[in-house]
């Protein structure tokens, strides 16, 4: 798959290579060095910047540290001033243990540049580079557990009348690990069900089937269809896909029947099935954000104690034959 960043996201899209995960969660010698440069041109009274933790195509994320009481935030500033305030006004609306806290949208007088959206920082980064980097792969447990509380996050959405439109692990960031904390973050492009008429946002690889062949949003459903499509890539199964138009037109059907595939190589296993019914080819017939969240909790009690396993062999998943995992995109 393509490899550029798409614009917009909140997190970094890969690592910035000066960055330390390590050292996210404290004031380091490099961020005082970089508070100083940008001391020059704003203001330090209340928050001072530190090192970037990520670039999108129209935004910046720093490392912030609040004067007050030397709590470490992230502070996100724009090209786009205005998206910074479409983003605020709903975060503000969303109020969910397992969505992005904001703190405030802070501004300085007469300078509209310096403006800075100002949330908790989630010091272990993204669901993709968890996905990436983890040894070994994801756990069962950790996989679980951090569907659970996305799909949670989704039910708190949907109920409020609302869909992400951008369901991705690269928009899911992780506040802690053993174990795994996650928020939904990118909230900016949150659309209200049955208004939105308007072309489909959102990054292709993870459309749904009505939105490849619709080009436009069908609510819900989508949200659904990208969780199943990130929860594949969770437990290593990603199918091969073409670099084309052609190619992402037909990626949600290569996905619905390799979860098919998957189910017959699987039965009874119970991550193969949830992927399945994430992936129902039809939508009204798709699990909801609520039932997603209910089966991952279940399966959770019917494994407490056992023994973790990671990746797809520890995971105890068989592939089709032949079948070789894409990289992460």
Not at 56 to 66: A, C, D, E, L, P
Not at 133 to 159: F, N, V
């Amino acid at each position: 798959m393509d490899n550029t960043p798409p614009e917009g996201t909140w997190f970094s899209q890969s690592r910035n290579p000066d960055s330390n995960l390590d050292a996210f969660d404290i004031w380091t010698e490099k961020d005082e060095i970089h508070s100083d440069v940008h001391k020059r041109t704003f203001a330090s009274d209340k928050y001072l910047r530190g090192s970037v933790l990520g670039q999108g195509g129209w935004s910046t994320v720093y490392k912030i540290q609040r004067v007050g009481d030397g709590q470490i935030l992230a502070g996100k500033a724009s090209m786009s001033v205005n998206q910074l305030y479409k983003e605020t006004r709903m975060l503000r609306k969303l109020v969910h243990k397992h969505i992005l806290e904001f703190i405030e949208l802070y501004k300085e007088a007469g300078k509209e540049e310096a403006t800075l959206l100002i949330t908790e920082l989630c010091t272990e980064g993204t669901l993709h580079m968890r996905i990436n980097h983890a040894p070994g792969g994801m756990s069962r447990g950790e996989i679980l557990l951090a569907t659970s509380q996305i799909s949670d996050a989704l039910a708190y959405l949907h109920g409020r009348n609302y869909f992400h439109s951008d369901i991705k692990p690269r928009n899911i960031l992780v506040r802690r690990l053993d174990p795994i904390s996650v928020a939904l973050a990118d909230c900016a492009d949150c659309k209200l069900l049955d208004s939105y008429r308007g072309p489909p946002g959102g990054t292709p690889n993870y459309w749904s089937p009505e939105m490849t062949a619709n080009n436009r949003h069908a609510g819900k459903s989508d949200d659904i269809w990208a969780l199943g499509i990130s929860l594949l890539g969770m437990i290593g199964q990603w199918p091969q896909c073409e670099k084309t138009k052609a190619g992402l037109a037909r990626y949600p059907r290569q996905c619905a029947n390799h979860a098919q595939e998957l189910q017959k190589l699987n039965p009874g296993n119970g991550l193969v099935s949830l992927v399945g019914r994430l992936l129902t080819w039809r939508a009204r017939e798709r699990i909801t954000a609520e039932k997603c969240c209910e089966a991952t909790i279940k399966l959770l009690e019917e494994t407490k104690g056992e023994e973790e396993s990671v990746g797809t062999e520890g995971l105890r998943i068989k592939s089709p034959e032949g079948f070789r995992p894409i990289s992460f995109w």
